[in-house]
């Protein structure tokens, strides 16, 4: 059985739209993000449910400091 709190943490998704704003990008760009199209740049995990594709909260912010400590960023 699921605690409550991991479930209220399973349910903290968003869209792509809303990682793309959150990451300040397109969402094409965010879309080859998800799908490892930019050289050099890990892919993001995410859960795809029929066409549309999600991300956890707590999946994106690991993602983007893992990114950063890498010192992939510039």
């Known amino acids: 059985m699921v605690s409550q709190s991991s479930f209220e943490s399973l349910l903290e998704v968003l869209t792509a739209q809303e990682d793309?704003?959150?990451?300040?990008?397109?969402?094409?760009?965010?879309?080859?993000?998800l799908n490892g199209g930019i050289p050099g740049r890990p892919r993001i995990p995410s859960?795809?449910?029929?066409?549309?594709?999600?991300?956890?909260?707590?999946?994106?912010?690991?993602?983007?400091?893992?990114?950063?400590s890498n010192g992939a960023a510039r």
């Open 47 to 68: 859960v795809r449910l029929g066409r549309r594709r999600f991300v956890r909260e707590a999946t994106l912010s690991d993602w983007f400091v893992q990114f950063e």
């Open 20 to 33: 793309a704003q959150l990451l300040r990008c397109s969402k094409a760009h965010f879309g080859s993000l």
